[in-house]
C-alpha cells in the first residue's frame, strides 16, 4: 500500500451506490465532486447516496468501466443541508425509513434533522406518522448506524477490513472504538482474531502501557495460537515463559500475573502432568479433557462381549468368495465386541475388505450405520471401496453458526447422532477439536469404529489423536500387517512398508508403477517436474494434468518448493489469454481454470451441488475456478461438484494447487504423483513425510531428485512431536473410573 503522503484525496456527495457486496464491503459508488461525476471503488464498507466523503487513493484505468477511483481509506461526513439529508434518510439506510418520511422529518426540522434524530429523539412524534416508539426505533438504528462507521473508520487506518470491524461491533457495540482505545487487544479474542502484531501496533500508537497484563496476556494466547498452528495443543509452561518474556521484554513474575488472570477469565489453562505444567488456550484444555472423559465413559460401559463371532465371519467368507487371514478375523471379532475400536495398517494389508465384513455383518443385525471421513475426498474414496453413503464429519454434525460467530454443531449431547454404529476413516486427518465434537454427538452406548494408518502424518489441525488413542493401550486396536498378494505386485505398496521399517525402496525398477528419475539441481528437478505433468504422463498415460496428477513436495520454499511450481505450471497448464479473466491478490494472480485449494477452514461459505446446499470448504479441498467477474472481485469455483461464491475477501484462504504440500494431501488419493525431492531442511526430510507422500499414488508414483535425499528421509525416524495432554489426561480419567469402581 502506498504511503498516505502519495495518495490522491476526491471529496463529493455519493450519487449513486451503483454496486455493493455486504460480504466483503467492496462497493461501487458514483460520485458527485463539485458537479462533475467521479466513479470510486474499493472495500470502503457500507456507504449510502447522500453521504459526504473523502477518499484517498489513486486513479485506475480499467479495460471494461474506463477511468475509476480506486479507495484506500474513506473518511464520512454526515450531510449538512437539507436535500442531502434527505436523500441521505431516503435512501434506505435506517429499516423502516423511505424517501416519504424523510421529506416529512425534513420539512420539520430542515437542516437540524440528523441533530434531533440522535439527540432528542422524543421530537420526532412532532412528525406526522412518528409514534414515540418509532422514534425511539429511529434514533437507536441512527446511532448504531454511526457506530459501526466509526470502528470501521478507526481499524481502516490499520488494514483491519470492514468485515472484520463489524465483528467488533457485533461484541462491544456502541462502546467499540472506546473499548478499542482501552485495550487493542481485545481485537485478538476469538471470533475476531485480529494479529497480535497489529494490536501491539495500535497499541503503541496510543502510547498504552506496554507492560501492561492485558498485552501480556494477548501474547501468551498469540504465541500458544500459532503453535496451535504447528499442531500443538498446549507448551510446557517454561518453554512459553521463556518465548513470550523474550518477545514482549517482560519479567517472569509479569507472566504468572497475566497467566493467572487469564486462567481466571477461562481464556488460557493449565494441565500438570508428571510433575510438568503445561498451558493451553482454554478450547483445547476443554476439549482434551473432554476426550478423555468421553472415551472413558465410553470404555466403562463397553464392556467386551464375550460373543466369538467366527460363525458369521465364515459365513461372509462364504457368500462373498474370500478368506481373511487371522488378524483380519482377529480385527473383524473385536470390532463387533467392543463399542470402542481402532483399526489400523499399511497400504494393501487388507483394512477395506476387513472394514467391509464389519460392515456387513452390523447390517445384518440392523445396525444402523453413519460412514464419516475428515474431507469430501476422503468420504467420496471410502464410498467407492464400501458401497456405502460416507459424509464428511462436518457434514455428518451438521455446521450451525451460533450468534457469537462461533463454530458449533446442530448433532451433540442433546442432539445426538441416530446411528448404532459410526465409522470413520482416514483418522490420522482428526485433529483434536474435530475429534471432541464428534464425540459430543456420539451416543455412549453406540459403536464408534476408528480406521486409519498411524505411520500417516497426523492431522493438519492441532493434535495427534490416532496415534494418542493407539498408544495408550487402552482402546482395543489392531494392526494389520500382511500384504496380500495383488497388493504386493505394487512397488507403491511394497516401497512404503520397506519405508515404514527403515529400509530403501528399490528405485531402479522401471517397469512397475514406482519411478525414480534422478536430477543435478534443484532447477532442474522443477523443470522436469513440469515436463512430466504437462507431456510426459499425459502423452504415455492419457493422464489429465490437472485431473489425475498431483504434485507433491515437501516444502513449499526453494525451487522445487509448491510457491514456484504454481507459478511454473499456471503458466505452463494455465497461460494467460485474452478470454481468460483473472484477479490479481497481492503477488498472486487466480485465473479462470486454475486449479486451487483451500488452505483454512472457511465454516461460513454457502455452496450449492444440484438442488442441494449448504455451508463449509475446509482445508484441504481442491477445486477449479469455473467464472471470474474481475470488476466486482467474485470468483465461482467447482469443489467435486459443490459451487462455492468468492469475494476477494476471502482470497487469503486460497493457494493454487498444481502442487501442494504433502501435509495438505493427506485423506486423498490421485491416478498419478509426482514428488520433487531435493536437499531441503532436514526438518522436512523424514520417514513419515516421504511414507504419506508415497501411498497418496493409486496407479504411479514418480520421484525426481536425488537418491541420497530418499535414503536420509527413510533413516530420519523422527516422529513428529507436537504438545499434546490428551493420553496422559486419558490414562488418568480411566484409573479415576476403575478406582470409582472399586
Not at 7 to 30: F, M, T
Not at 137 to 163: A, C, M, T, W
Not at 350 to 371: D, F, M
Not at 488 to 495: D, F, M
Request: net charge negative.
Amino acid at each position: 500500500m502506498q504511503e498516505e503522503n502519495e495518495l490522491q484525496i476526491l471529496q463529493g456527495v455519493v450519487e449513486e451506490v451503483i454496486y455493493k457486496n455486504p460480504d466483503n464491503g467492496y462497493i461501487v459508488i458514483a460520485l458527485d465532486v463539485d458537479g462533475a461525476p467521479e466513479t470510486a471503488v474499493g472495500t470502503l464498507g457500507d456507504i449510502v447516496e447522500g453521504e459526504t466523503i473523502k477518499l484517498r487513493g489513486n486513479y485506475i484505468a480499467s479495460a471494461k468501466y474506463g477511468r475509476q477511483f480506486k479507495a484506500e481509506t474513506c473518511e464520512r461526513t454526515l450531510p449538512t443541508t437539507a436535500p442531502e439529508i434527505r436523500r441521505y434518510l431516503g435512501s434506505g439506510i435506517i429499516k423502516g425509513m423511505g424517501p416519504a418520511m424523510a421529506k416529512k422529518i425534513v420539512a420539520v426540522f430542515g437542516a437540524e434533522s440528523l441533530d434531533i434524530i440522535e439527540n432528542d429523539p422524543m421530537r420526532l412524534v412532532e412528525v406526522n406518522g412518528i409514534s414515540q416508539d418509532k422514534a425511539l426505533y429511529i434514533s437507536h438504528e441512527f446511532r448504531k448506524l454511526n457506530g459501526i462507521k466509526s470502528i470501521i473508520e478507526f481499524l481502516q487506518k490499520y488494514d483491519i477490513s470492514p468485515v472484520t470491524a463489524s465483528l467488533v461491533w457485533k461484541i462491544h457495540e456502541g462502546s467499540s472504538v472506546v473499548a478499542v482505545k482501552q485495550n487493542p487487544y481485545i481485537l485478538c479474542d476469538d471470533g475476531i482474531d485480529v494479529d497480535f502484531t497489529i494490536a501491539d501496533r495500535i497499541a503503541y500508537d496510543l502510547e498504552l502501557d506496554m507492560f501492561s497484563t492485558e498485552r501480556i496476556k494477548a501474547g501468551i494466547a498469540y504465541v500458544l495460537r500459532e503453535n496451535a498452528f504447528a499442531g500443538h495443543t498446549c507448551l510446557p509452561k517454561e518453554r512459553l515463559m521463556e518465548r513470550v518474556c523474550s518477545a514482549l521484554g517482560v519479567s517472569e513474575d509479569d507472566f504468572d500475573t497475566a497467566l493467572y488472570k487469564g486462567v481466571k477469565e477461562n481464556k488460557l489453562a493449565f494441565h500438570i502432568s508428571s510433575k510438568r505444567t503445561y498451558v493451553f488456550l482454554a478450547e483445547y484444555y476443554h476439549a482434551e479433557m473432554y476426550i478423555a472423559s468421553k472415551i472413558a465413559i465410553m470404555l466403562k460401559l463397553s464392556a467386551p462381549l464375550e460373543k466369538d463371532f467366527s460363525e458369521e465371519i465364515a459365513g461372509v467368507e462364504w457368500t462373498e468368495n474370500i478368506q481373511y487371514e487371522d488378524l483380519q478375523k482377529a480385527a473383524i471379532n473385536a470390532a463387533m465386541g467392543n463399542n470402542l475400536f481402532i483399526l489400523t495398517g499399511g497400504p494393501g494389508t487388507g483394512k477395506t475388505t476387513t472394514l467391509n465384513a464389519v460392515i456387513q455383518l452390523c447390517q445384518s443385525k440392523r445396525k444402523r450405520l453413519c460412514l464419516a471421513a475428515p474431507t469430501g475426498r476422503a468420504a467420496k474414496r471410502m464410498s467407492d471401496l464400501t458401497g456405502q453413503p460416507a459424509k464428511t464429519i462436518h457434514r455428518l454434525l451438521e455446521v450451525d453458526f451460533s450468534k457469537d460467530n462461533k463454530l458449533k454443531f446442530k448433532h451433540n449431547e442433546l442432539n445426538p447422532l441416530k446411528a448404532d454404529v459410526i465409522i470413520i476413516d482416514e483418522m490420522s486427518m482428526v485433529d483434536t477439536l474435530l475429534f471432541e465434537a464428534l464425540l459430543r454427538a456420539v451416543k455412549p452406548e453406540s459403536k464408534l469404529i476408528m480406521v486409519g494408518d498411524s505411520n500417516q502424518l497426523p492431522s493438519v489441525g492441532a493434535g495427534n489423536v490416532l496415534r494418542d488413542l493407539i498408544s495408550s493401550g487402552l482402546i482395543p486396536t489392531v494392526e494389520l500387517k500382511e500384504i496380500f498378494r495383488q497388493a504386493a505386485e505394487s512397488l507403491i505398496v511394497t516401497n512404503a512398508h520397506k519405508i515404514v521399517h527403515g529400509e530403501n525402496p528399490e528405485l531402479d525398477e522401471r517397469k512397475k508403477d514406482f519411478f525414480f528419475m534422478y536430477t543435478m539441481s534443484d532447477e532442474d528437478t522443477a523443470r522436469l517436474v513440469v515436463d512430466l505433468v504437462r507431456t510426459r504422463l499425459p502423452k504415455s498415460y492419457g493422464y489429465s494434468p490437472i485431473d489425475d496428477i498431483q504434485i507433491l513436495s515437501p516444502t513449499k520454499m526453494g525451487a522445487a518448493g509448491t510457491k514456484e511450481l504454481n507459478r511454473s505450471l499456471q503458466l505452463a497448464l494455465n497461460p494467460p489469454a485474452r478470454n481468460k479473466k483473472e484477479i490479481r491478490f497481492f503477488d498472486v494472480v487466480f485465473r479462470l481454470g486454475d486449479k486451487v485449494m483451500q488452505v483454512k477452514n472457511d465454516y461460513d461459505v454457502s455452496w450449492k451441488k444440484g438442488g442441494e446446499s449448504g455451508l463449509g470448504i475446509f482445508n484441504g479441498d481442491i477445486g477449479i475456478i469455473i467464472d471470474v467477474d474481475a470488476h466486482n472481485g467474485i470468483m465461482k469455483i467447482d469443489f467435486d461438484g459443490r459451487i462455492a461464491v468468492y469475494t476477494t475477501e476471502m482470497l487469503n484462504k486460497l493457494e493454487h494447487a498444481y502442487a501442494v504440500t504433502i501435509h495438505k494431501s493427506q485423506g486423498s488419493e490421485y491416478k498419478a504423483v509426482v514428488m520433487p525431492l531435493t536437499a531441503v531442511s532436514e526438518q522436512l526430510l523424514y520417514r513419515n513425510l516421504l511414507y504419506t507422500g508415497i501411498t497418496r499414488a493409486k496407479e504411479n508414483i514418480i520421484l525426481v531428485g536425488q537418491k541420497p535425499v530418499v535414503h536420509r528421509m527413510v533413516q530420519n525416524d523422527r516422529k513428529t512431536l507436537r504438545y499434546s495432554c490428551m493420553k496422559r489426561m486419558l490414562e488418568e480419567k480411566f484409573k479415576e473410573n476403575l478406582f470409582n469402581e472399586e
